[in-house]
Nanobody, 116 residues
Framework: QVQLVESGGGLVQPGGSLRLSCAAS????????MGWYRRAPGKERELVAV???????NYADSVKGRFTISRDSAKNTVYLQMSTLTPEDTAVYYC??????????WGQGTQVTVAS
């Protein structure tokens, strides 16, 4: 069994910042890519950002320049620093990880609401 636990969501004003964290625990042999997805109301889930075990990153066009993904491999933790938030960033944010032996593992989600 493996668990992914997200934290750091909440309510923030437009233009503000938040940092999300996701810690993996359990029977982990290794972790390859880790990433963040989000699902906004009435929309499909979309990839926000991903980081490989080697540190390569990829971002959705809508968040490039505003969001930064990073990871602490020693802590099995991935972070998402979000800046210059807009109401369009309001969504439930989910952590995803390619964990051996549990590929495509998901967290329970954390709500991010951007409103004045």
């Amino acid at each position: 069994q493996v668990q992914l636990v997200e934290s750091g969501g909440g309510l923030v004003q437009p233009g503000g910042s938040l940092r999300l964290s996701c810690a993996a625990s359990g029977s982990i042999k290794s972790i390859n890519a880790m990433g963040w997805y989000r699902r906004a109301p009435g929309k499909e889930r979309e990839l926000v950002a991903v980081i490989t075990s080697g540190g390569r990153t990829n971002y959705a066009d809508s968040v490039k320049g505003r969001f930064t993904i990073s990871r602490d491999s020693a802590k099995n933790t991935v972070y998402l620093q979000m800046s210059t938030l807009t109401p369009e960033d309001t969504a439930v944010y989910y952590c995803n990880a390619d964990i051996r032996p549990y590929p495509d593992s998901w967290g329970q989600g954390t709500q991010v609401t951007v409103a004045s």
